[in-house]
């Protein structure tokens, strides 16, 4: 397979060769993704209408940051366009690479206050330890290209993640937001990349959308 193969799977597609990327984790990914957009709502729905971020339990030690750049767009606003990520930690990371992360992780976090459009901004550490799920909000699919296309992202996305993660999730999809009740996210797609392979394996699972 060479580097620039994908895998095209079904909504139920399985890869017999790639347990991260089954069907039964979606269910799963996004319960917590609709967590962290019900938890960043109501952070919103309680907040000045100022940049506003949130560490659960301390800033000094959080396994969970929100960071909402306009509180009061995420109340109003009735649509809105998500990406969810999901990797798992590999083995014996280099010191280097772990540290390059990291800054690379806080010089994002604090670029999200500078994109127009982007809404929340959550990095959650899941109960293993060993599983970090993001959710990125944005109030189009126009400001996803404008963060993907952002220097720090591009070095996180390419130079980075093979030599940190051993297998990542990319959710894409929609929601619409109302305050008091759980939001549901509507998946349009998955990406997946297992850097355990080389070259490394890539997929796409595709939903059908309803007007």
Same mark, same amino acid.
């Given at each position: 397979?060479?580097?620039? #193969?994908?895998?095209?799977?079904?909504? &139920?597609?399985?890869?017999?060769?790639?347990?991260?990327?089954?069907?039964?984790?979606?269910?799963?990914? !996004? @319960?917590?993704?609709?967590?962290?957009? @019900?938890?960043?709502?109501?952070? @919103? !729905?309680?907040?000045?209408? %100022?940049?506003? #971020?949130?560490?659960?339990?301390?800033? %000094?030690?959080?396994? $969970? $940051? #929100?960071?909402?750049?306009?509180?009061?767009?995420?109340?109003?606003?009735?649509?809105?366009?998500?990406?969810?990520?999901? *990797?798992? /930690? *590999?083995?014996?990371?280099?010191?280097?690479?772990? $540290?390059?992360?990291?800054?690379?992780?806080?010089?994002?976090?604090? !670029?999200?206050?500078?994109?127009?459009?982007?809404?929340?901004?959550?990095?959650?550490? /899941?109960?293993?330890?060993? &599983?970090?799920? &993001?959710?990125?909000?944005?109030?189009?699919?126009?400001?996803?290209?404008?963060?993907?296309?952002?220097?720090?992202?591009?070095?996180?996305?390419?130079? /980075?993640?093979?030599?940190?993660? %051993?297998?990542?999730?990319?959710?894409? =999809?929609?929601?619409?937001?109302?305050? =008091?009740?759980?939001?549901?996210?509507?998946? +349009?797609?998955?990406?997946?990349?297992?850097?355990?392979?080389?070259? +490394?394996?890539?997929?796409? $699972?595709?939903?059908? #959308? +309803?007007?």
């Amino acid at each position: 397979m060479s580097a620039d #193969t994908q895998t095209v799977l079904g909504p &139920n597609d399985a890869a017999s060769q790639h347990a991260f990327a089954h069907p039964d984790h979606i269910a799963a990914d !996004s @319960a917590v993704l609709e967590f962290l957009l @019900a938890d960043a709502m109501s952070i @919103a !729905s309680t907040s000045a209408d %100022e940049p506003t #971020t949130v560490h659960i339990p301390t800033t %000094e030690s959080w396994h $969970r $940051r #929100t960071q909402l750049p306009e509180p009061a767009r995420l109340v109003e606003v009735e649509k809105v366009t998500i990406v969810g990520f999901f *990797g798992r /930690l *590999g083995d014996n990371i280099d010191p280097n690479v772990a $540290r390059a992360v990291q800054e690379v992780s806080e010089e994002l976090a604090e !670029s999200v206050f500078s994109v127009p459009g982007l809404l929340v901004y959550s990095s959650h550490q /899941l109960a293993d330890e060993r &599983n970090f799920a &993001n959710l990125v909000v944005v109030d189009s699919d126009a400001v996803v290209e404008c963060w993907r296309s952002r220097n720090l992202h591009i070095a996180a996305a390419t130079d /980075l993640a093979p030599a940190y993660y %051993e297998h990542v999730r990319i959710y894409n =999809g929609t929601a619409e937001p109302k305050p =008091g009740k759980r939001p549901r996210i509507d998946l +349009t797609a998955i990406k997946y990349w297992d850097y355990r392979c080389d070259p +490394t394996w890539r997929a796409m $699972r595709r939903f059908e #959308t +309803t007007a």
